[in-house]
Structure formats: C-alpha cells, structure tokens
C-alpha cells in the first residue's frame, strides 16, 4: 500500500511538469506581444531585453523570438540610415543659410544710415 501512495505521488509531480511547460510558454506568448508593442514604439533595447527573455522560457518560440530580433535590427538600421540622411540635408541648409547670411551682411556693409534710421547705399561707378 506504501508503494502505490509513492508512484500515485510521482505520478503527480510529474504530471505538472508538462502544465508548467505550457505555462511557460503561454508566459513567453505574453512577453512576446509586450516586445511587439515596444518594436511599434520604438523602444528597442526594452523589446530585445523581452525577446530574449521569451527565448529562454519558451524554447518552441525561439524561431518566432529570432524573427522579431532580426525585425528590430532592421528597424535599428533603418533609423540608423534616416539620421543619417537628415544630418547630410541639415548641413546642406546650414551652408545655405550662411551663404545667404553672408550676403545679406555684405550688402548691410555697404549701406549708410543717416541718423541711425535711414539707409542709403551708394552704386558703384563701374555698375
């Protein structure tokens, strides 16, 4: 009698084994939707941080896990690229913009103000 109480207990505690399993696994489904939302959000080093942490609960999502994480990466470059793009047209408009600053400079240079409110330029004789 003794010996059916021990596998009737075994039997018992192994039997969660696979409930635990699926748990988990159901717990990594979870973080995996979380880890979306942040991928949505841009807020990627949180939604790396998830997907590894679904990685290591749940081995049956590790494809799906390995999916999303090459998804961020792209994502990561792709601003990576856009920065870059918008630095490049920035310095453009600077080097415009002080162009035209420069010229406007040039011509305040050659104006005369009388009395500090009117200004008079004066045309060059060989123009």
Same mark, same amino acid.
């Given at each position: 009698?003794?010996?059916?109480y021990?596998?009737?207990?075994?039997c018992?505690?192994?039997?969660?084994f696979p409930?635990?399993?699926?748990?988990n696994?159901?717990d990594a @489904? #979870? !973080?995996?939707r979380?880890a979306?939302?942040?991928?949505?959000n841009?807020?990627?080093?949180?939604a790396?941080?998830? *997907?590894?942490?679904?990685?290591?609960?749940?081995?049956?999502?590790?494809?799906?896990?390995?999916?999303?994480i090459?998804?961020?990466?792209?994502?990561?470059e792709g601003?990576?690229?856009?920065?870059?793009? @918008? #630095? !490049?047209?920035?310095d453009?408009q600077?080097?415009?913009a002080?162009?035209?600053?420069?010229v406007a400079?040039?011509? *305040?240079?050659?104006?005369?103000?009388?009395?500090?409110?009117?200004?008079l330029?004066?045309?060059?004789?060989g123009e």
């Amino acid at each position: 009698m003794q010996t059916s109480y021990w596998l009737l207990g075994i039997c018992l505690i192994l039997s969660t084994f696979p409930l635990r399993a699926q748990t988990n696994c159901e717990d990594a @489904a #979870q !973080i995996i939707r979380l880890a979306e939302r942040d991928l949505a959000n841009r807020t990627y080093e949180r939604a790396i941080n998830r *997907l590894l942490d679904a990685r290591d609960i749940c081995a049956a999502k590790k494809d799906q896990v390995n999916r999303l994480i090459k998804q961020a990466f792209q994502q990561i470059e792709g601003e990576k690229r856009s920065a870059k793009q @918008a #630095q !490049i047209e920035s310095d453009k408009q600077q080097k415009r913009a002080d162009s035209s600053l420069s010229v406007a400079e040039q011509v *305040l240079d050659q104006m005369y103000f009388y009395e500090g409110k009117f200004g008079l330029t004066l045309k060059d004789a060989g123009e």
